[in-house]
């Protein structure tokens, strides 16, 4: 296909462009992606509205400069928020003050997004991130992929002791992987949820979820079905967590289902079974 040139400012480019979008839109395309996330707090391109404190001194070297974005005020802010909540209800109120995430701003289009589920629950699913459903609905894996979630949960009989959250509160615009800056960011208040609520064992859906979580460099499918020791920043939490595929990847390889369920029987023999020796 030849794509026609138009001189800069010549209205029929924008017309050409407005009904290039219109037909994209009618066929459900409802974001732009590049191929590759931007990491917009690394790039510096957009500051995280971090309020500093009101006579700052001067950032030491090495340090983010005024005007520079600035990931470790955000996660200092984000852990001193996160600290004085003293129940998950505190804790989703600070998640909504909390003015540090980039992602609040750039793909969240309507609220935030934290957790559904059992406060007492032992079993904590960790996903990525918020989609477009969830973003909608403000409860964590609502869409197609929440509700495979959920049917996957239901069969190995989990459904009524499982909390569901993520790694990153807000959605990530397009809906693409958060970069590991966001979730650094919203890190504290994960560990804020696991700390208040106590699961006996952690269950990360995906490879954005285990990698983050178990600072591991392998990919999902290295991860898989294998116990770590998840540990929290300040090392006084400390839980066997397993790493399992994302529904959304079985969405589309559904032939990839068998090991997921492998997987959940191996969580599920610890999880009924604690004592038996692995
Ligand atoms: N995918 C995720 O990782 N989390 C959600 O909440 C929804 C989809």
């Not at 904590?124 to 929440?146: L, S």
Request: aromatic letters at 6%; one cysteine or more.
């Amino acid at each position: 296909m030849t794509v026609p040139s138009y001189p800069l400012g010549d209205p029929s480019a924008s017309r050409l462009a407005e009904s290039l979008l219109a037909f994209w839109a009618d066929g459900g395309v409802d974001a732009m992606l590049l191929d590759e996330a931007v990491d917009r707090i690394e790039a510096g391109r957009i500051l995280p509205p971090v309020r500093p404190a009101p006579a700052a001194p001067p950032p030491a070297a090495g340090r983010a400069s005024a005007g520079q974005p600035d990931v470790s005020a955000a996660v200092a802010q984000a852990q001193a928020l996160a600290a004085a909540a003293g129940d998950l209800d505190a804790l989703v109120a600070a998640i909504a003050g909390f003015e540090g995430c980039p992602l609040r701003y750039e793909g969240a289009a309507t609220q935030p997004v934290v957790y559904r589920g059992d406060p007492r629950a032992p079993l904590m699913v960790i996903g990525e991130g918020p989609g477009t459903d969830e973003d909608i609905q403000g409860q964590p894996f609502v869409g197609r992929a929440g509700k495979l979630l959920d049917r996957m949960l239901g069969a190995a009989g989990v459904s009524d002791r499982v909390l569901i959250t993520n790694t990153v509160f807000w959605r990530p615009p397009g809906n693409r992987t958060p970069t590991p800056a966001e979730q650094a960011i919203c890190a504290p208040f994960l560990e804020r949820i696991i700390a208040l609520v106590q699961p006996r064992m952690l269950l990360m859906v995906g490879a954005a979820s285990a990698k983050s979580l178990l600072k591991q460099e392998d990919g999902i499918l290295k991860l898989r079905g294998r116990w770590f020791d998840w540990r929290s920043a300040d090392g006084t939490l400390e839980l066997p967590s397993l790493p399992t595929l994302h529904p959304a990847f079985l969405l589309r390889q559904p032939g990839a289902k068998k090991n997921a369920w492998k997987d959940l029987l191996t969580l599920t023999e610890r999880l009924d079974r604690p004592d038996r020796p692995l």
